[in-house]
């Protein structure tokens, strides 16, 4: 009987453990006290392609410890190291680093792994059992989202995807504020708006809003409920008008949301806070802790004892709350939900805002360590290279909605998607709109495309794909076919890192490498060709990329085409 094939281990944790079991193995003065486990070494990536697959540094960072030098700690873990399946070879390198060599049939696992499993293949759950609460956009509802908003919501909804394919539970939940300032100066203006459509004499105020919409939607108003309004009470009018501008902002979110495949699960209403007394009981459980107090009129909270600073007023002199009153409300009420850790995605304005919040919870007895928040910089938009002005109550405002309409929703994802979040960006429309390979994320796309054509074309031309347990992969030592295999095998870690860091920009660089490996495996490798065991592989390796470009497109949210 033939030998039992390899258990199909997970790279880089074998190697990791097969390092630490070296390393406890050792005996007398070469093994250093309390254990591998509290080296902190760590097995990664070379910078480097000829230093091997995986690099540790345990000998380099134990050396001390083991009373020996580095390269002869390398020598003495490599003597004690356990089988580790798929390993070709290891060798020391440098200072003393350990460079591990992954064999070909290890690649060609990968391959099979990811062609049976498709784009779900490389799943796995780390995150199980801990509950995420994402919370992102969550726009004042008094007007369209512009591409500040449309930023945090494509970054929200990446990291969210992303905590799902490592194994989260993850919930989304876009907070809205319909009970402060803001929606009163909404109200107003678009109570202007509305008599101004009916012929009358009316401003918008100063301080309320001027942007294009204000009109539209007052004339909106006017169409369906202008004749009855006139005829309330100012108390009862101005209700009415802030309750159908809520209705009609929020719709309007919800849709251009939708427009680039953004859910939520939950839609949380500040006046929900306000109307069940949550806002009072959190500020009495922080007076009664110590953690306010009385001055000029107006009540404080000593954010200055958790590093904050300077303290922070809660209720104004005539009794009004400030902002953070009912955010500390609404983060008291988040992790009541039994959310393990909560991730904040904000914009560049709320950066100040943080050491408050964070303090707000310190103070009530919260870890603020559970709350993670995400700050997204400012992005810019331009025109061919010169720059679109925007203001949001007045000047030329282009709204998120209109982005889209111009150049669809899965370069607005992309582009938004491809750089860190802490680094201010312009979006280009122009270049955003180009159909040709010097655009990204029709770069990506293409590459899919591709991959489906050459499926086309083999059945065309009669080929019939059999069954991969009858393929032949060990053919595929073509340099570019090998090149794709190590792209697809980088999935995994790929997704765990963007995950971890909450950097969805690493899926764009990742899937970017993958179509760059394909494209030159393309090139380079005729796929149908004369040869039916060697079409059989390439037929095979195409199908598993597929599953790696579908994956990275699934998780950037962009749509994966078939024909382009």
């Known amino acids: 009987m033939p030998p ?18 070296a390393l406890a193995s050792l005996d007398g003065g070469g093994a250093p006290s309390g254990g591998p486990s509290s080296w902190g070494f760590v097995v990664e990536r070379p910078r480097d392609r000829a230093n091997g697959d995986w690099a540790a540094n345990a000998a380099m960072v134990g050396a001390k410890r083991a009373g020996m030098a580095p390269r002869d700690l390398a020598a003495a873990i490599i003597e004690h190291l356990p089988e580790i ?68 919501g494509v970054v929200g909804d990446v990291i969210a995807r992303l905590l799902d394919y490592v194994g989260h539970p993850v919930e989304r939940e876009y907070y809205y504020n319909d009970a402060g300032a803001q929606m009163t100066r909404y109200a107003a203006s678009l109570e202007a708006a509305m008599r101004r459509a009916m012929g009358q ?5 100063e301080d309320g809003y001027h942007g294009p919409y204000v009109l539209e939607w007052g004339a909106e108003l006017a169409a369906e409920q202008g004749g009855a309004l006139v005829e309330m009470g100012e108390d009862e009018r101005r209700e009415a008008v802030l309750a159908w501008g809520l209705d009609r902002a929020m719709r309007d979110i919800e849709q251009t949301l939708a427009m680039v495949d953004i859910p939520f699960d939950v839609w949380f209403s500040e006046r929900t806070l306000h109307d069940r007394g949550d806002v009072d009981t959190a500020l009495q459980r922080l007076d009664g802790a110590g953690h306010l107090y009385r001055e000029d009129g107006a009540t404080w909270f000593r954010t200055t004892h958790f590093g904050d600073e300077k303290d922070r007023v809660v209720v104004t002199s005539d009794g009004r709350y400030t902002y953070l009153a009912p955010d500390i409300a609404y983060h008291l009420d988040k992790f009541a939900r039994g959310f393990a850790r909560v991730i904040n995605i904000w914009g560049a304005d709320h950066h100040g805002y943080v050491p408050r919040v964070k303090a707000s919870l310190q103070a009530l007895g919260v870890d603020p360590d559970r709350l993670e928040i995400v700050i997204t910089q400012m992005v810019n938009l331009a025109r061919g290279g010169e720059p ?8 030329e405002f282009v709204t998120f909605r209109e982005v889209i309409e111009e150049v669809g929703a899965d370069a607005v994802r992309y582009f938004l998607a491809a750089y860190s979040p802490d680094t201010a960006i312009t979006f280009d429309l ?10 990204p994320v029709y770069y990506l796309q293409y590459a899919h495309a591709r991959m489906c054509s050459l499926e086309r074309f083999a059945a065309a031309e009669g ?27 980088r999935l995994r870690e790929e997704v765990r890192e963007a995950a971890a860091r909450r950097a969805p920009h690493r899926m764009t660089t990742y899937g970017t490498d993958v179509a760059t490996a394909f494209h030159r495996f393309y ?42």
């Not at 074998?14 to 079991?21: E, F, L």
């Not at 679109?388 to 000047?395: D, E, L, P, Q, Y």
């Open 523 to 564: 090139t380079d490798c005729r796929i149908v060709t004369d040869d039916a065991a060697l079409t059989q592989a390439r037929l095979w390796l195409v199908e598993a990329s597929k599953s790696v470009m579908v994956a990275v497109l699934g998780l950037l949210g962009i749509s994966a085409p078939e024909a382009m």
């Open 201 to 205: 004499d009316a401003e918008i105020p």
């Open 463 to 489: 080929v019939v794909r059999a069954p991969l347990g009858d393929a032949d992969l060990a053919l595929l030592t073509d340099p570019a076919e090998v090149e794709l295999l190590k792209q697809c095998d």
């Open 85 to 152: 399946p798929f390993l070709d070879g290891v060798e020391i390198a440098g200072p003393g680093f350990l460079n591990f060599t992954l064999s070909h049939d290890w690649y060609l696992e990968v391959l099979r792994t990811a062609a049976a499993g498709g784009p779900d293949h490389a799943r796995v759950d780390d995150g199980a059992g801990e509950r995420i609460q994402v919370e992102f956009v969550s726009s004042n509802p008094n007007g369209p989202l512009h591409i500040g908003h449309a930023r945090g």
């Open 430 to 439: 122009e270049q955003a709109k180009q159909q040709s390979m010097d655009n």
């Open 388 to 395: 679109v002005r925007m203001s949001m109550r007045a000047g």
């Open 4 to 21: 039992d094939p390899p258990e199909v281990p997970v790279f880089p944790e074998a190697i990791h453990d097969a390092v630490a079991a």
